[in-house]
């Protein structure tokens, strides 16, 4: 009998519809009691579970990846920061190009720690800042979050700078000590037809073979670990404390470039939701049919054949939030979010404490979902803030609060 028929069977078995996998249960049942069992058998195992199930295979960091550091502006945002933009070609030149927009508080004295994420709408849009190259992407048409009619043709013009700056307070998060960092999500990859035809994948066909094919949320993720490899040639930045953020559909790449690539020292999820921080099993928000219909590209193939399985499902999103312990994660919810399900999204990050709390991490200080608008940290944080699925200032402070908490010196 195979390996992967077996664990097939013990999960059929040994979990009942509804039932949560436990995460510090083993595929072959053992019992996960120590840290260093956690670390040499059930992560690993995890990892490979959600690689081959869920997110699929990448092509890790490629050898012929080049960065070229294209702008050093030392007197940026009237003086307050340095803007830095770096080209990354991780196929070499010429060839696909991501640019990744960082901008570091001027006058520090040691290297900063970062705040790192993927943007919807180019770097452009979230700062009107002229410096800022405009992206030669495509841009959707519409959004309700952005006003997008200096969008031409689905290509940016400068009409288009600072149309997403009410999700990215810039300056704010400079002032708080932290750099910033973040790519426009169609540099990294296609999120529309005909989908791996743009950005990255071109370069990998090779992983397009199989069920567990590169995926978009997995070239996402991967794209933020190669933002990273960059961020540690910069010595203004602390690449130790660097946190990666994501909203949305991007908060579901956030996480799993969190849970995979243990560089990253934290891991805010802003509304990430279903394939995010929400759990599937509870049958409550956007469901996997919906999921892997509406958007058949952003996980992997293999992912298909859950649709209609959300409740016996024989994994869940509490154990990607797990894979982040010891290193904090706060998952933040709406209240009316309800595709993201906010009560889900705390059961998830609740039942992602056990293996926190093994690896000597604080875990999520609340026994049953928080008042809306409270927010709780840990090493586990977590809120529901009024309001609908967006990017609020309320948002922000929360993290920035963790970040201080968990990233800054005392
Ligand atoms: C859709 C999708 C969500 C996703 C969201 C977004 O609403 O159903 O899963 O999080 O788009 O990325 O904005």
Redesign the pocket.
């Known amino acids: 009998m195979s390996g992967r028929f077996l664990s097939l069977l013990f999960f059929a078995t040994a979990l009942h519809a509804g039932e949560l996998a436990d995460p510090l249960v083993a595929n072959d049942g053992t019992k996960i009691a120590t840290a260093a069992q956690w670390r040499d058998h059930r992560r690993p195992e995890l990892i490979e579970l959600f690689t081959r199930e869920m997110y699929g295979r990448n092509p890790g960091r490629p050898e012929k990846m080049i960065f070229e550091v294209f702008d050093r502006d030392t007197k940026a945002l009237e003086g307050k920061a340095t803007r830095i933009q770096i080209a990354l070609f991780p196929g070499g030149k010429p060839g696909p190009r991501i640019d990744l927009l960082v901008y570091v508080p001027s006058g520090v004295q040691a290297p900063v720690p970062a705040i790192l994420g993927l943007n919807?709408w180019g770097n452009h849009a979230i700062h009107k800042d002229p410096g800022i190259r405009l992206t030669e992407s495509w841009i959707e048409g519409r959004t309700s979050y952005a006003d997008l009619t200096g969008v031409r043709d689905h290509k940016a013009t400068d009409a288009a700078r600072g149309v997403n700056a009410n999700h990215w307070p810039v300056e704010e998060i400079i002032s708080r000590g932290y750099a910033l960092a973040t790519m426009y999500r169609e540099d990294v990859a296609a999120d529309h037809e005909p989908y791996f035809g743009s950005g990255v994948h071109p370069l990998f066909p090779q992983l397009q073979q199989g069920d567990d094919n590169f995926s978009t949320i997995g070239a996402w993720a991967w794209s933020l670990s190669r933002a990273l490899d960059a961020l540690e040639k910069e010595p203004l930045i602390d690449s130790k404390r660097v946190a990666v953020f994501g909203?949305?559909?991007?908060?579901?790449a956030a996480l799993w470039a969190g849970a995979s690539d243990e560089r990253f020292a934290m891991v805010l999820s802003n509304?990430?939701?279903?394939?995010?921080a929400k759990l599937f099993h509870r049958g409550v928000g956007?469901s996997i049919e919906?999921?892997t219909t509406?958007?058949p590209h952003?996980y992997a193939r293999s992912f298909k054949k859950y649709a209609g399985k959300d409740k016996e499902l024989p994994f869940d999103q509490h154990l990607v939030i797990s894979l982040v312990a010891p290193r904090p994660v706060y998952v933040g919810s709406a209240q009316e979010d309800t595709?993201?399900d906010a009560e889900g999204e705390f059961a998830a990050a609740k039942a992602a404490e056990p293996v926190f709390r093994l690896l000597g991490a604080e875990g999520l200080p609340a026994d049953t979902w928080p008042a809306v608008g409270v927010s709780v940290q840990g090493g586990i944080g977590y809120h529901v803030r009024p309001g609908k699925?967006d990017v609020l200032p309320f948002d922000w402070q929360q993290y920035l609060l963790f970040g201080d908490k968990h990233l800054k010196p005392r």
């Open positions: 919807f909203f949305s559909r991007l908060g579901k509304e990430s939701g279903a394939g995010g956007e919906r999921l509406v958007f952003w595709y993201a699925h």
